[in-house]
């Protein structure tokens, strides 16, 4: 009987069998500190670890209605050894992505704040305006009126006084015009969000207006005429100008949505329910990693960093 000749593996075989094990071990909860550094290591010690980590992640997505063991088994007897894209490759073709939005914006914008910005701009009237990170702003003023348009992000406005030439932030389909000084426009979704800090603005949208007064907000949708205002914790609501984000009991997917605005690359669940999860308190955006260790003290989780664009929340 001739031997039977055995074919050698490559690393990538390595690689993806330890990626798997790896997968199925992360989705039952790491034991230990221990464990969750010895993952962490094996991830950064080889980026054919990454991108054989990575590929199972995105088999997971066609494979999840299977059993957890059939899942292995077909992934172990079915699996293809070419990795075709890397990690860094997706992270790469993510920041041009992002870069390329942030040009057609500033193509059309008068003022800018880039990613993990806020800059403070001084208007030809002697009103000035403070752009949070990704936010932008034309100014089209003339002898009957200052007109100012929010492209993206959010603004907060302090207006000099002018009673022969109102001032009107335009923003998505409706316009806030000041009837006091101080105020917050913010894009958010498919409409805006007004909150006012001192005296008074008049919202419209769809024809229909109401006037905000301090200490109160409100907003508008594409299509919608703006909400009845509320009262509003004005400090929370503008812990951006001082680079925080104050939230209660909001779902972790509108958390890194408005952490998002501050860095470049995505933060991804794992597990869908895991977005879905709630959490309170008062992060610094500044600083992307001590905002993920928050949460992931915070609510349980774990995070992997995969590269500086790309962290797994788990």
């Not at 909860?29 to 094996?42: D, I, N, R, V």
């Not at 992934?75 to 920041?95: D, F």
């Not at 003339?142 to 932030?169: H, I, K, N, Q, Y």
Request: charged share 25%.
């Amino acid at each position: 009987m001739k031997p039977i000749k055995e074919t050698p593996r490559s690393d990538a075989d390595d690689a993806g069998d330890a990626a798997i094990d790896w997968f199925v071990r992360l989705r039952g909860g790491l034991s230990s500190a221990e464990e969750k550094a010895a993952f962490e290591q094996w991830l950064a010690e080889d980026a054919e670890n990454a991108a054989a980590f990575e590929e199972v992640l995105r088999m997971f997505g066609h494979l999840a209605g299977m059993s957890p063991s059939l899942r292995v088994r077909r992934a172990r007897r079915g699996r293809r050894r070419r990795i075709t894209a890397t990690v860094a490759t997706l992270a790469a073709a993510l920041a041009m992505l992002l870069s390329l939005g942030d040009v057609v914006t500033r193509i059309r914008a008068d003022h800018y704040a880039g990613v993990g910005e806020r800059k403070v701009v001084t208007l030809d009237d002697g009103s000035w305006a403070q752009l949070d990170s990704r936010s932008s702003i034309s100014v089209h003023y003339s002898a009957a009126e200052r007109r100012v348009t929010l492209l993206s992000g959010e603004a907060w406005f302090d207006v000099a006084p002018d009673p022969a030439r109102p001032f009107v932030v335009e923003a998505g389909e409706g316009s806030v015009t000041a009837l006091g000084t101080a105020f917050d426009v913010a894009l958010d979704g498919s409409g805006a969000r007004v909150t006012v800090n001192e005296h008074r603005v008049l919202v419209m949208s769809r024809g229909a207006s109401v006037v905000v007064a301090e200490g109160q907000q409100s907003g508008y949708e594409r299509g919608a005429a703006a909400r009845a205002p509320e009262a509003v914790d004005i400090d929370a609501a503008t812990a951006w100008r001082h680079g925080k984000l104050i939230v209660t009991k909001q779902p972790l997917r509108d958390v890194l949505a408005a952490v998002g605005r501050y860095h470049r690359g995505i933060i991804y669940c794992v597990d869908p329910s895991v977005c879905a999860r709630r959490v309170s308190g008062v992060f610094g955006v500044d600083d992307l990693r001590q905002l993920v260790d928050e949460v992931e003290i915070s609510l349980g989780l774990h995070a992997i960093h995969m590269t500086e664009y790309v962290t797994l929340l788990y």
